[in-house]
């Protein structure tokens, strides 16, 4: 068996530049890509962007710019809901009933929901079996009405406005719902606004994440640059047109660089953040049967050719950490259109690159 040599830093920066050129020159209508590598045994932290920030001024990409990460945003909150399980604040097998506020607890229950047989753990895995906001009606919505302000509580009573329950714990289905109760739960634990917990659970102080925040909910971090902008062509949305409230409140809100992404992944799966080795265990473990879900516990968790804790958003965000290599992978493409086209394939070639 011939082994291939280990490419030191300076040979695979060359190789990952190029292979990111090689992609954008064959999808320009991607508008921008940023990458960022985080591979702390191969002594790697590289950051990359190519293309533009804004199709209206072409302003160069930088690699700095923070995004809208979207869904991204989940394994956040779970890992903050998993720190309060550390702390012994919450359980996990714990029912969602005596954990929200009173008013949202009626609100649930009169829509025809038992929240003693709903667990943090339904929440956190997309088990509820609570009925999503988020459907083509409510796109259309956005659509018509992009500077709409939404409150939290009128996305949970538009949930609880269309559907019937359904048994939890039997079926995965994905709903920022979940993640909006989530963040309830830390609310009402903390007594803090659940941005501000999140921030301290996860220690961004201490680990020196100082640009990545929930968008509008706290102020722009100094010596940060400005968002890029991000596209949805289905729909003709340019994010800086979208009031950001549509996706703000635990399934989405968070806005950050793709270096910051990368760190946030690596310091969770090497312990800085959730110190228990079994509750972080059990993030990355499946639920269901790995044919009926690969969610988790906010993340999921895929075999791509290599092991992979995996999380996306829907502007077009891509984050994989793989263990085999220890290394975390960040792809941020701009036209949203896209992604399922670009970001899969760096972040697999990527980590192939990575892994001895």
């Known amino acids: 068996m011939v082994c291939m040599p280990i490419l030191g830093f300076a040979q ?20 921008g890509i940023i990458v960022h590598v985080e591979a702390p045994k191969r002594g790697i932290s590289w950051s990359y962007a190519i293309g533009v920030s804004n199709i209206k001024t072409n302003e160069p990409l930088q690699d700095q710019q923070p995004v809208l990460v ?5 394994p956040y909150v779970a890992a903050a809901i998993l720190r309060m399980v550390e702390k012994q604040m919450i359980r ?15 609100l649930f229950e009169n829509g025809g929901y038992d929240l003693n047989k709903i667990t943090v753990k339904n929440l956190l895995s997309q088990t509820s079996g609570i009925v999503d906001y988020v459907n083509e009606a409510y ?6 009405n992009p500077t709409y302000k939404w409150k939290r509580e009128e996305q949970m009573e538009r949930s609880v406005g269309l559907g019937s329950p359904e048994p939890a714990g039997e079926k995965f289905s994905y709903g920022d719902i979940n993640y909006l109760l989530l963040t309830e739960i830390i609310e009402q634990k903390t007594h803090q606004p659940f941005y501000k917990a999140i921030r301290n659970l996860l220690k961004f102080n201490a680990l020196n994440l100082t640009k990545t925040w929930f968008v509008d909910l706290e102020n722009f971090p100094k010596n940060t640059l400005s968002l890029a902008h991000q596209y949805a062509r289905k729909y003709g949305w340019d994010s800086f047109d979208i009031d950001p409230s549509w996706d703000l409140y635990g399934g989405g809100g968070i806005a950050a660089t793709a270096k910051e992404c990368a760190l946030f992944f690596q310091y969770l799966f090497d312990g800085k953040i959730i110190k ?29 050719g290599f092991n992979a804790y995996y999380h996306g958003g829907w502007w077009g965000t891509d984050v994989i950490y793989s263990p085999q ?25 990527f980590q192939k690159l990575l892994i001895d």
Do not use: W
């Not at 972080?280 to 791509?304: I, K, W």
């Open 70 to 74: 979207a869904s991204n945003t989940k």
């Open 92 to 106: 996990i097998d714990q029912p969602i009933r005596t954990l929200l506020s009173e008013k949202t607890r009626e």
């Open 12 to 31: 695979l920066e060359i190789v990952f530049k190029n292979k990111v050129d090689s992609v954008f020159d064959k999808n320009k209508d991607a508008i």
């Open 325 to 349: 290599s220890d290394a975390t992978i960040t792809v941020f493409t701009l036209q949203k259109d896209f992604q399922h086209i670009i970001n899969p394939f760096i972040g697999k070639e």
């Open 139 to 144: 796109f259309d919505f956005v659509n018509r």
């Open 276 to 304: 228990d080795k079994r509750i972080l265990e059990a993030m990355h473990t499946h639920v269901l049967p790995p044919e009926q879900s690969r969610y988790c516990l906010g993340l999921y968790h895929f075999d791509m």
